[in-house]
């Protein structure tokens, strides 16, 4: 099984994945696999537009860590979810522009990343980082890795981010 371990920037992958690859799992970044794929650059969302489709995973790791991930020809799909204003504070402690932490906070609050990967077809499981350290974040990545017991702790739409919008009106 391949799992794609996704979520909007800041979420907390590459941390995970980095303490995943520590406990032994195969670990394969997103960034790994741009080579040829890159077709220019999007200024006004100040991102790289890639070509997900000339992306082809050459080996089969245990996980594909980056936001796009879930895009790749993986098993299953498991969105990192943190709350939005987690997200803010460590998007602004990265120098993120005002624009762009708004932008990917808003898109966490509406479960851009889970409806994109429910999309594919696939077993999609989430997990709420909020307030949890990276390790205890792996321990629970593992777990649905490792086909726990109780996958509905898991399971798509339990998380409700919508406040963070609310409020705003
Ligand atoms: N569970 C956590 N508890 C505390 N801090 C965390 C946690 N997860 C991540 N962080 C911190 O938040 C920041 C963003 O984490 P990280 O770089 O892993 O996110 P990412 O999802 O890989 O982002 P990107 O998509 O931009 O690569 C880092 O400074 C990291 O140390
Ligand atoms: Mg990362």
Do not use: W
């Not at 941390?15 to 890159?38: I, K, M, Q």
């Amino acid at each position: 099984m391949i799992y794609a371990l996704t979520g909007v920037p800041g979420s907390g992958k590459s941390s995970v994945a980095d303490e995943l690859e520590s406990r032994g799992y195969d670990v394969v970044r997103f960034e790994d696999l741009l080579a040829g794929a890159v077709s220019g650059y999007d200024e006004e969302a100040d991102s790289r537009i890639v070509d997900v489709e000339k992306i082809k995973l050459k080996s089969k790791p245990d996980i594909v860590v980056g936001h796009l991930a879930h895009e790749l020809g993986v098993d299953a799909i498991i969105v990192l979810r943190a709350d939005p204003s987690i997200i803010e504070k460590r998007l602004r402690a990265r120098g993120y522009s005002e624009k762009k932490v708004k932008e990917n906070a808003e898109a966490e609050a509406i479960d851009v990343i889970t409806i994109e990967s429910l999309e594919r077809g696939k077993a999609v499981y989430e997990v709420d980082t909020s307030g949890m350290s990276i390790r205890e974040v792996a321990d629970q990545v593992e777990e649905i890795m490792k086909g726990g017991e109780d996958k509905r702790k898991y399971a798509p739409g339990k998380i409700d981010f919508s406040s963070y919008i609310l409020e705003e009106y």
